[in-house]
């Protein structure tokens, strides 16, 4: 009898031991294995830089022509981009504070220059022909007095139509009106009245 309940009692350590260990071997086949934690670098979105503005600076300048400048300039960085006023220059008829936009003008009048009627004081604006949201032209340019560079400001005349002015009132004298400049090879009626808003010949 002893040996018949010591039989049994094995038996029975090794049906759990059994069960115990299929039951383990059940969890570990069917766990999920975690994933792994993978950090994200946050994207950061790349800003535009801006554009540089492009303007043209004439009149009682050291230096006229085209300059590049930072965006958010004003009219005095033009000015001294230029080389800064001749001691023709009337300073005082500018807004030197006001903010330049792409492509602008920025005219700086001398003494005895006249003025469009109704002018701005701000002699910076657009190209010839354009608008500049609001701000009134430029001055008028005397035909007469105007350097070759000033004179390619204005709206179909290039290099070459700008020397001929010059050369043409230096051989044949100043204009005495705007028609006058039809003398000129290469300006006819149409090119006349499309520059004849922005110039005079003077007083």
């Known amino acids: ?8 009692r094995w038996s029975l350590a090794v049906l759990l031991l059994s069960v115990g260990i299929n039951g383990v071997l059940v969890w570990w086949t069917q766990r999920v294995p975690a994933e792994p934690l993978v950090l994200v670098e ?8 801006p554009s540089p503005l ?27 981009a230029a080389g800064g006023m001749t001691d023709e220059a009337v ?53 007469n007095t105007a350097t070759a560079a000033e004179l390619e400001a204005l709206p179909g005349i290039g290099p070459t139509l700008a020397a001929r002015i010059v050369e043409d009132r230096e051989t044949n004298g100043p204009f005495t009106n705007v028609d006058d400049l039809k003398r000129v090879k290469g300006i006819g009626d149409k090119l006349l009245e499309r520059i004849r808003p922005y110039v005079t010949t003077g007083p």
Do not use: C, F, W
């Open 54 to 80: 492009v303007v043209y600076v004439s009149g009682a300048v050291a230096r006229p022509g085209v300059y590049e400048l930072p965006p958010g300039s004003r009219v005095v960085d033009a000015i001294e």
């Open 42 to 49: 946050p994207t950061v979105a790349p800003t535009a830089t």
């Open 91 to 143: 300073a005082e008829a500018i807004n030197q504070a006001t903010r330049l936009q792409d492509g602008a003008q920025v005219h700086v009048p001398a003494k005895g220059e006249p003025v469009a009627r109704g002018a701005s004081s701000v002699s910076a604006s657009a190209p010839a022909g354009k608008s500049d949201g609001g701000q009134m032209s430029a001055p008028l340019l005397n035909v």
């Open 1 to 8: 009898m002893a040996d018949r309940s010591l039989l049994l």
